[in-house]
């Protein structure tokens, strides 16, 4: 029981618990901690993952356990945010997939509830939460990732299609995926934020490749995409045209935050390292093992504003910011801490190495976390403009005044 729950969650826990203690192992105490980071997925076993990660999502599927806080007419269970947040928590202490389906989960599925029509919501869905259809986010392009509504993709009209051509870039899961929520310009003539447009790419079209890029940690996660002349059914755009930027903000809100409960199970994992190296009396080591643990707590209350705007039907701007820029914080002093404990035993990556590898991914892939879903200094910059109130960044290329750019 979490201190901090309600009755009715206290209830919703241990119903999580009996769920999941029926259906998957605990981690054991003196395990590695999982991965923080989405799916990094050595080359060699990427196929057998993403087949556990879709198998698990069918299993809570089919027991009410998938998208907790979506509406029941589309699959969902109906409960709130926090429940979902609970269940994220419990599910952290059991070895299960963790986050490998977020990106349609997390992210793009949230968008198309909130700017697609009801066919596409009955459509689209359900396939999602039941595991069977992968998603990937086809934004950042080689000229446009921080300045995303830079980006040059192009779409035109043709009878009841459009036309898709352009080039993405650091795609996760493109190559794993059977849709991608797409970005690109309608109107070139329009001020940029207004010429953009949102489509669901069915990833199999003709016209499309996705090109595996290697990352440091070794997984190859990453996609270069390339769209020539892709047809896209009109029926297959996402809200009005012209309102891509809405969707582009609404999949941010969702991507910054969708990580929340999952940090439990580093810091436990963290904890039982420390004690598995024998550090537990060291001052060092528990100074610095407080001072993370006291952040991440703080960040609850960051968290509980954030949930309780949506949760109003508020769009929540720069806490979102804070969040993400919080909390990829903590989460390099935990890997930094963590490599310090490992000592030489930290050198090396891959199943072969010392505690197989993991602590050592998640170190290489923390920095990931800093640029992914827009960069620290871009999150600084929107904390500065929208909360304090700081004069807005220079903007060479301004094409709106401030104040009507759709915060993200
Ligand atoms: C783990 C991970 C997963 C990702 N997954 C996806 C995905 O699935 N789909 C997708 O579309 N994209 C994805 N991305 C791409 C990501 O959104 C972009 O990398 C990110 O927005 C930064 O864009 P960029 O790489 O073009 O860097 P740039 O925008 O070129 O930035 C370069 C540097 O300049 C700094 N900078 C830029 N503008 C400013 C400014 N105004 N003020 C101060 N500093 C600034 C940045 O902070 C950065 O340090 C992913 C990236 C990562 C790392």
Redesign the pocket.
Known sequence: MDPYDSPSEAEFRAEARRFLAAHASPIPADSVAPSA??AEWGPEDEEAKLAEAKAWQRLKFDNGWAGISWPEEYGGRGGTLIESIIFRQEEGAFDVPHDALI?GLG?CGPAVMMHGSEDQRRRFLAPLLRGDEVW?????????????AGLRTTASRDGDEWRVTGQ???????HHSDWGLCIARHDPAAAKHRGLTAFMVDMGSPGIEARPLR?MTDAA??NEVFLDDVRVPDAARVGAVGDGWRVVITTFMWERIAAIGGGERILNGLKDLIRQQGRSADPDVRARYADIYARAEALRFTMMRLLTAISQGRMPGPEGSIMKLAATDVLGDVYDLALDLLGPEAMGLGKGVPWAGEWQAGAL?T????????????Q??IIGERVLGLPG???VDKDLPFEEIPSG
């Open positions: 980071i989405v990106v992210w990937c986010q086809l934004f950042s392009e080689p000229g446009a990732g921080s300045d995303l993405k870039v650091w795609t996760t899961f493109a990352q996660t990453f892939g920095p990931g976390l800093r640029i992914g879903g827009g960069t620290d200094a871009v600084r910059n960044d220079l903007r």
